[in-house]
């Protein structure tokens, strides 16, 4: 049978309807009347013993539509459901919006006075990699048991969360394939960045914002306001978006710039990109953790090395520092494209990344914060002088090993 059973017993005689016992439906015991006998042995009104127990179940949406009422322990523990009810959040598909959505909600304000939740998120469906939806008779099912085992969890749930809220989502297996990449990369630099600070005890890895270089002023800035839109879209559960931003940040700006630019500083012993270094995996490793949760628990505890929570799970959400540091979007746009520059040039003419350059003229106006910053990167690009001149026009050159640059 299925389906909750309708719990009365009827008598055969008088038609009277018998209710079980109210004080153990709410101790959450089922009652099956098609099984069980009457909790009396003789009929209430007639005092006939011709009594039987209902056969019928009702919708399966009955007990399906006090959930909210159900965790919060409604009846149960009263204080526990003040505290609880309403319930934050409703996920469900749009095919039982008619049905599980409104007999929650009917059902809730009848009950307790109250709507089950402040939220819903509405999710599509999961289709087939032809973008049809998934069935037998297409041949198209993908069973989650095979992406499993190709790519993992943590790849399977990257893929899912790219999904835009309320439209079906086919399987995509080449956005499988870059989750798997990213998580290689992610895995790799965050090995990366726990030598810079492995050494540092607890103590020294406190940082002062006094102590730091342009360079960490640009990705500690970039962090502090991939932290805040992160925030802003996950309360509006705009997961697709928040996830890009996390994995554009890091691939693009940390591992293709910042870790790059500070090799030099690491070689040299700098215990400051150290720290800067262990704050930057600390809290990133936190924003990513409800969308990677296996590998993000990982190195939380390989190389992050926090003994007072058991669980990155249980680490407080980054914040927003509106003290943090930040550098001007125009400076850094330029330093970046200076780079890139750089390793276009050497790429062009076939030379080694760590090929020598003996000089690079940079042609365009400036400022002391820009000159400074490039000055930062000079060593991580194997330029040993570079010289600024604020007018004239010039292409990338190759002139006795020297690079001229128009800004």
Known sequence: MYGTPIPFWYCEDCGGIIPPDGEKLLKGVPVDPAVESAPVDKCPKCGSTNINGSTDVCDCWVDSSITPLVITKWKRNEEFFKKTYPVTLRPQGYDIIRT????????????????????????????????????????????????????????????????????????????????????????NSAFLLHKTFSTLSKEEKSLDYKDIKIMDEWILGRLNEVKKEV???????????????????????????????????????????????????????????????????????????????????????????????????????????????????KSKNSLSLKEEISKVIFHGPTTDKLREFIRETLLSLFVKDISFEEEGAGEILLDNNSITIKS
């Open 100 to 187: 599980w959505a409104f007999y929650t909600i009917f059902r809730a304000l009848i009950l307790a006075g109250k709507a089950p939740f402040k939220d819903i998120v509405i999710n599509g469906m999961v289709a087939g990699p032809d973008g049809k939806k998934m069935d037998k008779s297409h041949g198209n099912i993908v069973p989650p048991e095979e992406v499993l085992e190709k790519y993992g969890a943590d790849c399977l749930r990257q893929w899912a969360l790219s999904a835009s809220l309320g439209e079906d989502y086919p399987l995509d297996w080449k956005k499988l394939i870059y989750a798997s990449k990213f998580l290689q990369k992610y895995f």
């Open 231 to 345: 925030t802003d879209l996950l309360d509006k559960y705009e997961f697709a978006k928040a996830l890009e931003i996390l994995r554009s940040f890091w691939w693009s700006e940390v591992c293709d710039y910042y870790l790059e630019m500070i090799k030099p500083r690491v070689y040299a012993g700098d215990k400051v990109v150290g720290k800067v270094c262990y704050k930057l995996l600390d809290e990133f490793n936190r924003l990513m953790a409800p969308f990677i949760p296996h590998i993000t628990e990982e190195i939380y505890h390989e190389f992050l090395n926090h003994s007072e929570t058991e669980s990155v799970h249980l680490e407080e959400w980054p914040e927003y520092e509106a003290e943090s540091p930040k550098v001007e979007e125009e400076v850094t746009k330029t330093v970046l494209n200076f780079v890139s520059a750089i390793r276009t040039y």
